[in-house]
Nanobody, 127 residues
Framework: QVQLVESGGGSVQAGGSLRLSCTAS????????MGWFRQDPGKEREGVAV????????YYADSVKGRFTISQDNAKNTQYLQMNSLKPEDTAMYYC????????????????????WGQGTQVTVSS
C-alpha cells in the first residue's frame, strides 16, 4: 500500500514562507498528477496546486497564483509546495494527493480524481 507523507508545515507570520514536502513510500506506477489540497475546520477541502508529473504542467487555485509554486523531484518520489507571501487565510491542514488516471482540466481539483492521500500537515499563519 503506497503511503504519502507530508512534512514542512508549521506556524509563520503573515508574509512569511514555508515549503511543504510530500514523499511517496514507493514509486507509483502511472502517476499522472500529484497535488496539494487544504482544509480548514468547518470548510470544504479545496485544491491548491497540481502538477502533471509527465510533462510538468502546473495548475493553481486563483487564491494562490503568484505566491505558491508546486514542483517535483521524480528521483526522490517527492513533490514540493513552496508557499510565499503567506496570509492568515492560508491557514489550513494541507494534504498531498496522487492521481493514477488522466484528469480532464475542469476536474483537476476534484478530490474524487485522486487515489492516494497523505495524512496532512498543519500550516498556521498569524497576522
Amino acid at each position: 500500500q503506497v503511503q504519502l507523507v507530508e512534512s514542512g508545515g508549521g506556524s509563520v507570520q503573515a508574509g512569511g514562507s514555508l515549503r511543504l514536502s510530500c514523499t511517496a513510500s514507493e514509486y507509483i506506477p502511472r502517476r499522472y498528477y500529484m497535488g496539494w489540497f487544504r482544509q480548514d475546520p468547518g470548510k470544504e477541502r479545496e485544491g491548491v496546486a497540481v502538477i502533471y508529473t509527465i510533462g510538468g504542467r502546473t495548475y493553481y487555485a486563483d487564491s494562490v497564483k503568484g505566491r505558491f509554486t508546486i514542483s517535483q523531484d521524480n528521483a526522490k518520489n517527492t513533490q514540493y509546495l513552496q508557499m510565499n507571501s503567506l496570509k492568515p487565510e492560508d491557514t489550513a491542514m494541507y494534504y498531498c494527493a496522487g492521481a493514477i488516471t488522466p484528469i480532464a482540466p475542469d476536474m483537476i481539483f476534484a478530490q474524487s480524481e485522486y487515489t492516494y492521500w497523505g495524512q496532512g500537515t498543519q500550516v498556521t499563519v498569524s497576522s
